[in-house]
């Protein structure tokens, strides 16, 4: 028999006995992050490859939800610091060994870049819509010239939002279920599945929908692909990682991560996705809900878990 | 110059009082602390042994909480010190995830705080606050680079284990077994 015991008596709250530090307010933007990462990619890819008019909800309207998304997270990362008034010191340096540094100035860029792209849309969405200063009018319109630039800029940036909303985890070598460099992949395709769930469910064209959710099964593929390879991983590494992986393998988060996440976040919606392209009739936000909310609980259960993970000796 | 400190576990009685000369010495506030006392049984009686263990921030060599820092405020001072600037810190908790140890906490100013070896104290030539009060000298400190310090002596005639050297950190708190 070993035990082991603090005699001194520690209980700091948050971090004994497990740590607890990072509360709802992480996995939500995580999820928000990773969606608008999913309908920023999409959007420049499409208008890059010239379906504008086509996959019309993919490039113009979905991309609506991206600043409030960005926005919403971005007040999700700042309720979650606990020495807010200090936030802009992210700003005053660039840490390159630090991938929060790096999340923090792709946000920088993506976010002001996301209202951009709205921005030049915003005539198409409301036509009556009048910029009230003329220099915004002659912004607006260099904007729409260079559309297909910015749609270079918002995919190569979203890529690197999606991988860094996994890669933010995987950093923490102190936490095994979160240092596997396969979180960076896994949370990026996470996202862009989410992204697409978004995108059709807004989407009324049959065509459009039909496109998304092909793309979509075959991310849902890579995506149970790479959740197997995660436990894989873990099973086939050091003591504290088949712990990590047991969390999920009969432990406290095996309802919470197979049930809601796998089979009601991806197999599922990927059979209702199957129905409807081979012709049957399915209510696409049946198969977008389930989506979104595996994503959503996917992070939870993921920054949860991790945190309980930890070296022992 | 590289500071280090062993504990000698076969003298630590886990008597605390490193734990409150440092909560004293440092004004840590009520209900945290910046070193604490593990104390391990093994086996079932008769053959029982006991391990006590004065635990603290082990100012790695490869420190993660200073690589996951997002503005810098955990850094790394000559001898190995790794230290918060507290006005730096915007308390994302990123260094708390990443510590091994769980050395960190949060501040209820906000701030991440942990021990510091006593940098305050090491500045004016004196010895951590915990190092000076223990009462069975079992704590030893010093420079790792001086080969007549304290704890270069106690590592070299004994033997020694660090916490969780699986997790690469290259921890510089020593336990003498």
Known sequence: MREELFVSGRNIPNIDPFLNIWHWQIPLYLFLGGLAAGIMFFAGLFLIIGKEKEMETTVKWATFLVPVSLVLGLFALFLDLKHQLFFWRLYTTVRFESPMSWGAWTLMFITPLSFVWVATYMKDAIPNWRWRFNFLEQLEASAIKYRKVLAWFMMMLAVVLGVYTGILLSAFNARPLWNTSILGPLFLVSGLSTGLAAIMWMSKSHYERSVLSKIDLVLIGVELFLIIHLFMGFLAATEVQIEAAHLFLGGEFTTMFWVFVVLLGLIFPAVLEILELVGYKIPIWIPSLLILFGGLVFRFVMVEAGQITRYLY | ?177
């Open chain 2, 1 to 177: 110059m590289r500071y280090a400190m062993a504990v000698d576990t076969k003298k630590c009685v886990g008597c605390s009082d490193c734990v409150v000369a440092c909560q004293t010495e440092n004004n840590v506030p009520h209900g945290f602390c910046r070193d604490w006392i593990v104390e391990v049984v093994d086996g079932s009686y008769p053959n029982v042994e006991i391990e006590l263990r004065s635990e603290r921030c082990n100012h790695c060599d490869n420190s993660p909480c200073v690589r996951c820092c997002p503005t810098g405020a955990s850094h790394i001072v000559e001898g190995g010190i790794v230290l918060v600037t507290h006005e730096d810190c915007i308390g994302c908790g990123a260094c708390i995830q990443s510590c091994p140890y769980d050395a960190r906490y949060s501040h209820p100013d906000g701030y991440v705080d942990k021990c510091t070896f006593c940098h305050h104290r090491l500045e004016k030539g004196q010895n951590p606050a915990c190092v000076d009060v223990c009462p069975t000298h079992c704590l030893h400190f010093g420079d790792l680079d001086d080969p007549n310090s304290d704890v270069s002596k106690a590592l070299k005639n004994r033997k020694w284990k660090v916490n969780a050297p699986e997790a690469g950190t290259k921890p510089q708190v020593y336990f003498l077994t």
